[in-house]
């Protein structure tokens, strides 16, 4: 008797169990005005401001040719942001440029753009967790007397720590508000530094600015490549549209704050490291600010070393956010392995894309040399990406997709424009000066579109695959998230 009923409590509670991971959950709207410029801003603040400046440099050849640049980026990504904007209030579903895509060319042009897309986020994640390493180590130990790995292990273990933290979105977006202050402190304190250094020791190190500028112009579209990446990340928040409370008004004025605010920032920091250490010390040095902490404040300027690396972190913390989140929704779509659309039954919080994205960043960090060739490879992928977005939104416009409806909107001509410069950005520096981070990203989207054809188009299945799924879905307490609409 005690043997059957024990058996009939096993039974209820597997069916209890069971019933609970196949309700479908939804993204939980907790996303206000303020933590959507957080998330943006904390995106696009990273790693790149400290690193991209000598990118930039390295390839106008001058200071006052990469202020051009800086700021000219700076149009570029509130171009692009407002046209996501659009993009974003148009379509009403998280996701990205793959839901973007998806609706404005096809299915196969869209997961393409998805794993170049997941690619480009690992390899970004990877990066701004490589920077923060560095500069972690960069006051007590120098070039030559770093052990070898040293800066890539101690990334990893920051990449493993982002991701146990992002399991928690509370816990997450409390670090995300205050990374964004330490940020805007770290970056006004560079600032003020410069005049500071400038009413004490003058001005001479910004006489002749565009001595050495470069007349090649497709140096001049390579240095574009480093100074988007710094900007890299103001399409953040459209990747979360199902989770921004009053979407339709909050995605684009914090995408307009956010991209002025970096902006503004950006060409401010820049010429305060060529008025207190000057161009050669920028082309230099792979630790800039360190370089300029020193200069002006002696052995305490180390300590900027903290700040730059909590700032990398911050980035870390929400590209992992808004990251997983489209590999989610490509996923709930079919696009992908249905594990990859699973959520925490609890908190909807994508665990199994977030164990992907960590492990795909892990091995970026393992494979990857350099900063700026790494640098330059995630540039072109997401020029790639971004020709086919706006692309997309340019034919839905013309299609008058959703007119009827209200939403954020800009004129035609941006978008059609946006995309004449990327495809020039993508384009040029293959055609002038090819290389191997070219090579790398052609290659992986005809990949991607060969796995399109076989897996998705013509409906190819691994039946291994249901039980994995099933195993997991058990194990890790998950379901595949539902849409809003």
């Given at each position: ?344 039954v609890k908190e909807s919080i994508p665990v199994i894309a977030m164990v992907n994205q960590t492990i795909l960043a892990i091995i970026f960090c393992l494979v990857g040399e350099g900063i700026v060739a790494m640098l330059n490879f995630l540039s072109f992928v997401g020029g790639f990406v971004k020709v086919m977005a ?34 020039y950005l993508a384009v040029v520096p293959i055609i002038n000066n090819p290389n191997w981070y070219h090579l790398y990203g052609i290659l992986l989207a005809v990949i991607f579109f060969v796995i399109y054809i076989v897996f998705i188009k013509f409906n190819s299945r691994v039946s291994c695959f249901d039980r994995v ?17």
């Amino acid at each position: 008797m005690e043997k059957q009923q024990y058996a009939a409590d096993t039974d209820s509670a597997t069916e209890s169990r069971a019933a609970d991971l196949t309700v479908k959950p939804k993204f939980i709207r907790t996303i206000t005005l303020f933590m959507a410029v957080a998330l943006n801003f904390g995106q696009i603040v990273g790693a790149g401001i400290f690193v991209s400046p000598k990118g930039v440099l390295m390839f106008t050849g001058s200071s006052g040719l990469s202020l051009i640049v800086w700021t000219l980026c700076g149009l570029v990504a509130m171009a692009s942001a407002v046209c996501y904007a659009e993009l974003a209030t148009m379509l009403k579903e998280s996701g990205g440029e793959w839901a973007y895509i998806r609706r404005g060319i096809g299915g196969g042009p869209a997961f393409v753009a998805s794993l170049l897309t997941v690619t480009l986020g690992s390899g970004a994640f990877a990066l701004v967790a490589i920077i923060s390493a560095e500069y972690m180590v960069s006051p007590f130990l120098d070039d030559c007397s770093k052990p070898p790995y040293l800066v890539k292990m101690l990334a990893i273990a920051l990449m493993i720590l982002i991701f146990y933290i992002n399991t928690s979105t509370n816990l997450v977006q409390k670090i995300v508000k205050v990374t964004l202050v330490v940020k805007v402190i770290t970056m006004l304190a560079i600032v003020l530094g410069a005049f500071y250094w400038m009413a004490k020791e003058g001005t001479s190190k910004l006489t002749q600015p565009f001595q050495g500028t470069t007349t090649n112009g497709w140096n001049v579209a390579v240095a574009f490549y480093s100074g988007l990446f710094a900007y890299m990340g103001w399409d953040n928040v459209t990747n979360l549209t199902e989770e921004v409370k009053n979407y339709k008004r909050n995605i684009p004025l914090s995408i307009i704050i956010s991209v002025s605010m970096v902006t503004a920032l950006y060409v401010l920091i820049n010429i305060s490291y060529y008025a207190v250490i000057g161009p050669d010390r920028v082309l230099s040095s792979n630790v800039v600010v360190l370089e300029w902490g020193r200069a002006l404040f002696g052995e305490w300027g180390v300590l900027l070393s903290f700040f730059v690396s909590l700032s990398a972190l911050g980035a870390g913390f929400s590209g992992l956010y808004g990251m997983t989140r489209q590999m989610c929704c490509v996923a709930r779509e079919g696009h992908t392995i249905q594990l990859l659309a699973m959520v925490d039954v609890k908190e909807s919080i994508p665990v199994i894309a977030m164990v992907n994205q960590t492990i795909l960043a892990i091995i970026f960090c393992l494979v990857g040399e350099g900063i700026v060739a790494m640098l330059n490879f995630l540039s072109f992928v997401g020029g790639f990406v971004k020709v086919m977005a706006m692309f997309s939104l340019v034919k839905l416009k013309l299609q008058k997709h959703n007119d009827n409806e209200e939403r954020f909107r800009v004129p035609l001509i941006l978008p059609i424009l946006m995309t004449l410069v990327y495809v020039y950005l993508a384009v040029v520096p293959i055609i002038n000066n090819p290389n191997w981070y070219h090579l790398y990203g052609i290659l992986l989207a005809v990949i991607f579109f060969v796995i399109y054809i076989v897996f998705i188009k013509f409906n190819s299945r691994v039946s291994c695959f249901d039980r994995v799924t099933l195993f997991v879905q058990r194990l890790m307490g998950v379901a595949v998230i539902d849409k809003f609409m």
